[in-house]
């Protein structure tokens, strides 16, 4: 397969002259302003966030075990192994000159799978947004569209491999939708998604996710292993059938996409260490964008066809993101602390005797909704919901609340 790769140190980034913009300005003191077009929250002192425009509904939700989501996982990869076997039987049994023919066939029919679980996500996610789906079920019917596009993407590369193996030539177009098949919309990586999957098969403890966004974006956030990870697909912003605008600048097109990308990651370029990496992939006019820095880590998909990113992983130590305010409420008993970032960010919920200062173990509630436990060290790490929010505190039969932001 044909894929693009470059490593750009940032010093030849800074040698390049940046392609012009309309990014907004943003004043110092405003950490959640939100550029409509580009549909980015500006944080100040670390990385911005993939955000889409509004956010209609957000809800918290526990992944607990599921026996009859785990078995259906099971069934979909049982599917998925026969249909590799009824494919590697064909293959070995065909002569040379329809192997091609083969491989083409199964493309088609990719295709189309790829085409049915797109309408389901972009189906799902309006569902959502407007109240029909719970958020349970919602990220049920989500993971189960995740191991699909898993498996389907396993298919694609297994067919890739086998197709190098052809002793005939294999026209180069065949060769590039392969590659470009493994880069649709709902194939793409959703390590927040991976974690509930998980949970529900019972293969790890479970994890409480926010889900937040609107009928055309969504944005998933947890906190895990002292990690805090945040996903957001904004659907209206991958174009892939729209001519690659990077194409078409002076530059190459990876050093237009970069570019691109230090305007939408300011603070992450000015910040990274080793400079940042990007990969094309195909004729997709889809490129990822990684950026590490001092207390993370971004991935960023942006499309050719409209220049913005549509597709985002950040991975932090949820530490090293700056607060941008603090409330503190006290009564005889609790003494509770609450230290947000930003909208879907990291937040720090912690629970003290007010008297000697001793960590509580409480439960917390955001909105009413229970998302953990404070434990031993009196701390509980959690997504900050957009818009004003209130956290309870219970330990025993005393109560605290705080109001935020």
């Known amino acids: ?33 939100v550029d409509a077009e580009f549909r980015m929250t500006d944080v ?35 599917r998925a192994d026969h249909e590799r076997r009824v494919f590697e039987t064909r293959f070995a049994a065909a002569p040379e000159t329809e192997r091609v023919d083969l491989v083409r066939e199964t493309a088609d029919g990719v295709e189309a799978r790829l085409a049915r679980l797109d309408a389901r996500h ?42 190098d193996d052809i002793d005939e030539s294999v026209p180069v177009t065949l060769e590039t939708r ?60 991958y174009a892939p059938d729209q001519p690659d605008q990077f194409e078409q600048a002076e530059d190459r097109d990876v050093i237009a996409a970069l570019q691109r990308g230090e305007q939408l990651y300011p603070w992450a370029y000015e910040n990274d260490i080793g400079g940042p990496q990007i990969r094309g992939f195909g004729n997709t006019g889809v490129y990822l964008i990684r950026v590490n820095y001092a207390h993370g880590e971004l991935q960023t998909y942006i499309s050719g066809g409209t220049t913005n990113a549509f597709h985002e992983i950040q991975t932090q130590n949820p530490e090293g993101v700056p607060v941008s305010d603090t409330s503190v409420r006290t009564t005889d ?26 960590p509580l173990d409480g439960t917390v509630r955001v909105d009413g909704t229970v998302v953990g436990r404070t434990g031993e060290d009196g701390t509980l790490w959690t997504v900050q919901p957009a818009g004003q929010f209130r956290v309870n505190a219970t330990d025993g039969p005393n109560s605290v609340a705080v109001s935020g932001p």
């Open 122 to 163: 972009a189906a799902l996610l309006a569902a959502y947004s407007n109240g029909t789906l719970s958020a349970e079920t919602t990220m049920r019917r989500l993971v189960r569209l995740s191991v699909e596009a898993e498996l389907t993407r396993e298919r694609l590369e297994h067919v890739s491999e086998r197709a």
């Open 178 to 237: 392969l590659t470009d098949l493994q880069t649709d919309l709902v194939t793409l990586p959703n390590p927040v998604v991976d974690r509930v999957e998980a949970g529900v098969a019972g293969e790890r403890d479970p994890v409480v996710v926010y889900a937040g966004g609107d009928r055309t974006g969504v944005v998933l956030g947890t906190v895990d292993d002292g990690d805090f990870v945040r996903t957001a697909t904004v659907r209206d912003d």
């Open 1 to 33: 397969m044909r894929w693009k790769f470059a490593l750009v140190a940032l010093a030849l980034l800074a040698a390049l002259a940046v392609v012009a913009g309309t990014a907004t300005a943003v004043a110092p003191d405003d950490a959640r302003a």
């Open 44 to 78: 100040q002192n670390t990385t911005n966030y993939l955000s889409p425009e509004t956010t209609e509904r957000a809800s918290y939700v526990r992944g607990d075990v599921d026996v009859t989501a785990a078995a259906g996982a099971s069934a979909q990869r049982l």
């Open 333 to 358: 008993s609790l003494n509770l602390t609450v230290e947000t970032t930003t909208g879907s960010g990291p937040m720090r919920v912690s629970l003290v005797q007010p008297s000697t200062g001793a």
